[in-house]
């Protein structure tokens, strides 16, 4: 079992920066789970955003934010991060962060099926 509270998300003018974070906290070692963002439009499906290996070597971006947005972890704070450039209207959405334990490539936990454990999300609002 582990919790994931995300904070950072907020309301931008096109073009600005965000960082959203996510602590975890588990009776495990961060270091156990692969990470993942995700995001949910008003009616639409959520979307895979980007994802993170459990050492933090390997990551994948969706298509949709490469060369924006960057993720990143630091396991000795149990944190998972997502650095958020040059944001654009169609950014707007709820952001979650999810977890895993299974999973063995990264390609696998591009879908949100992969992950057993979801934070509560953290709204960006991104302006024009």
């Known amino acids: 079992q582990v919790q994931l509270v995300e904070s950072g998300g907020g309301s931008v003018q096109a073009g600005a920066s965000l960082r959203l974070s996510c602590a975890a906290s588990s009776g495990r070692t961060f270091g156990n789970y692969a990470m993942g963002w995700f995001r949910q439009a008003p009616a639409k499906e959520r979307e895979f955003v980007a994802a993170?290996?459990?050492?933090?070597?390997?990551?994948r971006n969706s298509d949709s934010v490469k060369g924006r947005f960057t993720i990143s972890r630091d396991n000795a704070k149990n944190t998972v991060y997502l650095q958020m450039m040059s944001l654009k209207p169609e950014d707007t959405a709820v952001y979650y962060c999810a977890a895993d334990l299974r999973s063995s490539t990264i390609a696998v936990l591009t879908m949100p099926t992969s992950y057993a454990y979801w934070g509560q999300g953290t709204q960006v609002t991104v302006s024009s």
């Open positions: 993170i290996s459990r050492s933090g070597s390997v990551t």
